[in-house]
């Protein structure tokens, strides 16, 4: 099944590819974004339907836990505010959660706690060419979204951090709520049974496990349900999404 599933994907991406190749020309153009986009969204479609939405990622042994879970992107925000909540061991923090929900909150990391647990030993792949084996513990994220309610209209949920690219572009990034609600995707507070290391996404970061590693958003301040991202950003989804990176990054 994987393997038809990444044959096909592969299939799709290379016509895809082979489309835009023959564009070269007018890459520039409406034309080559629009074949581009529509690959993607057929991509996106044929993964749906062939990996039900309950697929459990590979969990893996104890005995499999890298020595050292790579850092990556940002390791340290050098905002005035993570760094004075940083200084207070994160007692101030709270994750706030608002938009289109029936309960907006403010979170502090104990509430969290309390809305449920889950641990689960993944392999983070990033796109630069690097996988490690981690053990996650996390509140799912579906229990947080149980407790704000969100409403009819709601269909993504996007994840706001501290850290900033730039300067001034704050990362972030975008699931759907079939993502959102599924069993592991986790707010991780804890990484190899230890409270998560500063480098790591200190005091909580998105485990998004059927996904590429950018998807993880690290350093969460604020998560919004929202209908659509149209409005946030340049509109893509995520921080590297506006630079050209696909919103459904799969694996
Ligand atoms: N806020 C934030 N989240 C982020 C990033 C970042 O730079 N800032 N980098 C992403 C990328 S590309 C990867 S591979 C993972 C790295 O997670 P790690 O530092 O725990 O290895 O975090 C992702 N989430
Ligand atoms: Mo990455």
């Not at 760094?83 to 969290?112: I, K, M, T, W």
């Amino acid at each position: 099944m994987t393997d038809r599933r990444h044959f096909l994907r592969n299939t799709l991406l290379a016509l895809g590819g082979a489309t835009l190749a023959g564009c070269d020309r007018i890459s520039e153009s409406d034309t080559g974004a629009r074949v581009l986009e529509s690959a993607e969204a057929v991509t996106r479609r044929v993964q749906r339907f062939l990996s039900p939405s309950r697929a459990l990622a590979k969990e893996y042994a104890e005995s499999d836990i890298s020595p050292v879970f790579k850092p990556n992107g940002t390791t340290m925000p050098d905002t005035p505010l993570y760094q004075s909540l940083l200084r207070g061991g994160f007692s101030d923090y709270r994750l706030e959660v608002d938009g289109l929900v029936a309960r907006p909150a403010r979170l502090s990391l104990e509430e969290l706690k309390a809305l449920g647990s889950r641990t689960q030993i993944t392999r983070h792949d990033c796109v630069e060419g690097w996988s490690a084996i981690g053990k996650w513990t996390g509140t799912p994220l579906a229990a947080v979204l149980d407790h704000v309610g969100p409403t009819d209209a709601a269909r993504y949920v996007v994840f706001h951090c501290f850290d900033t690219y730039d300067e001034d572009t704050p990362y972030y990034e975008s699931i759907d709520l079939d993502e959102a609600r599924h069993p592991q995707t986790l707010l991780a507070h804890a990484l190899n049974s230890k409270p998560l290391p500063v480098a790591n996404g200190a005091p909580l970061r998105l485990r998004v496990e059927r996904q590429l590693g950018y998807k993880h958003a690290k350093y969460l301040r604020r998560i919004e349900v929202v209908a659509s991202f149209a409005d946030i950003g340049e509109g893509n989804g995520g921080y590297w999404e506006d630079n050209g990176y696909e919103w459904y990054a799969g694996i």
